[in-house]
């Protein structure tokens, strides 16, 4: 199968890139070729390359800046999905658009179910909601899913800055009062390449369209994402330091977080027929690639 993939440099298109071999493909653009807020550009790009199936991950994704840049933000994770999911149906092609926890308050006790109330607490979440309703109703073969709490080998992600920061300093003040999942984004390249190999075999199969919740297994707070990071650090002798859990009010940041961003998968197992695994075991391996092997 082959795959387009929007947003280059992005961990997740970089981790699908990766992923490729066998019978799968993926040609990953973003910038300047490719600009997803240029409806023409995105058409043109479907064209040229011919693929199966469109992923949309190039984003807006600096949360706190979106506050003072909503225009930007809007442009590209409402506009520009839609110009996506959009051009992707003109060329009769199924879409796979990644979406966020972001579009939750936060509020709730549990996991979040897809059809849960939505509630956005800030721009970047507001702009990703509505790039989702822009998907869906611009592509009758898409698949929105949402997924959570990012990290990778690539770019800028909690865990490399755990890992810079260790290395110069003795305490990390993290907060604990955020519930949520971290996810490898070579497993969410392993999802996607799951339901795109079903979505291909069954063209039209509306159970395959909507939103879906992929994120690894578990759940685990903010702190306790950096004490497994800089644990598994300090086995393959990498930068360790304390961490003290702080609250979210010691760490005032322009843009208002969820507490609780737990995404039930149940429904994404349940259809593609893949259970992401837990989020330590990506740990491990995004360790293996950071710091080295265990001894
Ligand atoms: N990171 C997270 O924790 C997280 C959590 C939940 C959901 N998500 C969602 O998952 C998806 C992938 O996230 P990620 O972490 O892989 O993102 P990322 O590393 O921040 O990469 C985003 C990519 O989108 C590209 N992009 C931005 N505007 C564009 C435009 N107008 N045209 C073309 N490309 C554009 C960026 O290119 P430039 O390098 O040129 O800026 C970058 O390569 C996004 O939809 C994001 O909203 C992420």
């Known amino acids: 199968m082959r795959l387009l993939v929007t947003g280059r440099s992005g961990q ?23 600009d997803i807020t240029d409806r023409d550009s995105v058409a043109r790009t ?9 992923v949309s991950a190039g984003a807006y994704t600096a ?9 930007a933000a809007f442009a590209a994770n409402r506009d520009g999905a839609g110009n996506v999911a959009a051009a992707a149906a003109e060329a009769g092609l199924p879409v796979i658009h990644l979406s966020t926890d972001y579009v939750f308050s936060g509020d ?11 509630g956005p607490q800030g721009v970047y979440g507001r702009s990703k909601l509505e ?16 997924t959570a709490w990012v990290y990778s080998p690539f770019g800028h992600n909690f865990a490399r800055t755990m890992l810079r920061l260790a290395a110069e300093r003795d ?24 339901a795109a190999r079903l979505i291909l075999a069954n063209p039209g ?50 843009a208002k977080r969820p507490a609780n961003s737990r995404l039930d998968t149940q429904k994404f197992r349940d259809t593609f027929g893949h259970v992401p695994p837990d989020w330590r075991n990506g740990a491990s391996r995004c360790l293996d690639r950071l710091v080295g092997p265990t001894a």
């Open 108 to 118: 709730a006790a549990g996991a979040y179910r897809e059809d849960d109330p939505t």
């Open 171 to 194: 305490v990390l003040r993290v907060v604990a009062d955020q519930r949520g999942t971290p996810t490898y984004a070579p497993d969410i390249a392993a999802g996607i390449f799951a």
């Open 12 to 34: 997740v298109a970089q981790s699908l890139a990766e992923a490729a071999g066998g019978d799968i493909s993926v040609v990953a653009l973003g910038r300047p070729e490719l």
């Open 131 to 146: 790039g989702e309703a822009a998907v869906l109703a611009a592509n009758p073969q898409a698949a929105v899913f949402r």
């Open 205 to 254: 199969d509306k159970r395959l369209a909507g939103v879906f919740h992929l994120v690894a297994e578990g759940e685990t707070d903010w702190a306790g994402f950096a004490e497994e990071i800089l644990r598994q650090s300090a086995l393959r002798g990498g930068p360790s330091a304390r961490v003290e859990r702080i609250a979210t009010s010691d760490y005032p940041t322009p």
């Open 63 to 71: 949360v706190d800046k979106a506050e003072s840049e909503p225009e």
């Open 46 to 54: 479907i064209a040229a390359h011919r693929p199966d199936l469109v």
